[in-house]
């Protein structure tokens, strides 16, 4: 990007620019495995248009195709989507829509540790790709909602047999939900919230 | 048809949470170095918002003069990376020297406590409603 002419940086529309009063800001991950609907579920319910971050990061050759000595190294791009929803004039929530390989997360500082709950938006035609993000949350102590995207042709399970299959503690929310609709998305948040606040009340966060 | 069956890697106790900490960075795949300079860095979230405090000065570089111009309303660093398209870490190596300036000013993120804060919570939710 050339930064001589700072006038033709795209920047906020003035739509998009937040009130001076904002103070701070609370976040959201919403995470799950290719082609699940992350992105779809941040546009349902951004009040911007949802923004991409960048980060790269370098992968030494050890070993791999190392033809040309130590120094090969691969670099990928690792993207994420994310929106924003003002709550008061004081306080914004940010959602980030974050890649299902826990690899990645390091990448951003806290993400995961300073968000305030996670949604694992899961797919019944493939379950599995779930598993492993279910079991990093899990150990990482950030607590969760399971949403299951209504996918046309996806299997219906009861969700008595998703939590089994899916090894859930009883008190975890499994909702289903549409990530077109911003209705059906903001419900799904306001379960994560509502799951947040009782495990407030009875001082189970960790 | 019976789904698929996670199994836990960790059956029986889970090994204990970790500290709500924001900001150290953790790295567990030792193979991987992030993009940008290792340099120190501000403890510097994606949603620690920004705020600019001063006009460019004229020693001012054009990521500085740029980055200003964004945040003369606050503005996540998150957002501040998309329209700047800069990864991440770049960001917060030039912000570092402009909070070290004094160009900015960063308001940290409310994170998650170990001691949730109800009141935000609830703030939250209420915010949700109206949308
Ligand atoms: N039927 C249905 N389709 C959905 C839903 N959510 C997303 N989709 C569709 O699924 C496709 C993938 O959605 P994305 O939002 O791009 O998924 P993603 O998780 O961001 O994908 P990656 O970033 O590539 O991993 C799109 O064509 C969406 O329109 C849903 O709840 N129901
Ligand atoms: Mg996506």
Redesign the pocket.
């Known amino acids: 990007m050339d930064f001589k002419n700072s006038d033709t940086i795209p920047g906020p529309r003035t739509e998009d620019r937040l009130p001076q009063t904002v103070q701070a800001a609370v976040k959201i991950v919403i995470v799950?495995?290719?082609?699940?609907?992350?992105?779809?579920?941040?546009?349902s319910v951004s009040e911007i248009k949802p923004l991409t971050t960048e980060e790269t990061m370098t992968q030494a050759g050890i070993g791999i195709d190392d033809n040309f000595g130590s120094d090969t190294k691969t670099a990928t791009t690792v993207?994420m989507?994310f929106g924003r929803i003002s709550i008061t004039e004081k306080l914004v929530l940010y959602l980030f829509?974050t890649?299902?390989q826990e690899r990645f997360w390091f990448l951003w500082n806290g993400l995961f540790e300073g968000a305030l709950g996670a949604v694992v938006?899961i797919d019944t035609r493939r379950l599995e790709v779930s598993f492993d993000v279910i079991g990093r949350l899990e150990e990482r102590g950030v607590p969760f909602v399971v949403a299951v995207?209504?996918?046309?042709d996806?299997p219906r399970y009861p969700v008595e047999e998703l939590r089994q299959a899916l090894d859930l503690a009883p008190e975890i929310p499994i909702v289903e939900?549409?990530?077109?609709?911003r209705a059906?998305s903001r419900d799904t948040l306001m379960t994560l919230m509502r799951f947040l606040h009782s495990l407030a009340m009875t001082g189970a966060l960790t | 048809m019976t789904p698929p069956q996670r199994q836990r890697r960790y059956p029986s106790q889970p090994p204990a949470p970790e500290p709500a900490a924001v900001g150290e960075r953790r790295n567990p795949e030792r193979m991987f170095v992030v993009g940008g300079d290792g340099g120190d860095r501000a403890n510097l979230d994606l949603v620690t918002l920004i705020v600019a405090r001063a006009d460019p000065p004229p020693s001012a570089t054009p990521e500085q003069t740029a980055l200003l111009r964004l945040c003369t309303a606050p503005l996540s660093v998150a957002e501040l990376s998309a329209y700047l398209s800069l990864p991440f870490s770049v960001v917060t190596v030039v912000l570092t020297q402009m909070l070290a300036d004094e160009l900015v000013e960063a308001h940290k993120p409310l994170v998650r406590q170990s001691v949730a804060d109800r009141s935000l919570l609830e703030a939250v939710m209420h915010g949700l409603q109206k949308l």
Not at chain 1, 149 to 152: A, T, V
């Open positions: 799950g495995g290719f082609g699940v609907g992350k992105t779809t579920m941040v546009g993207a989507d829509g890649p299902g938006l995207n209504s996918f046309p996806a939900c549409d990530a077109r609709r059906s």
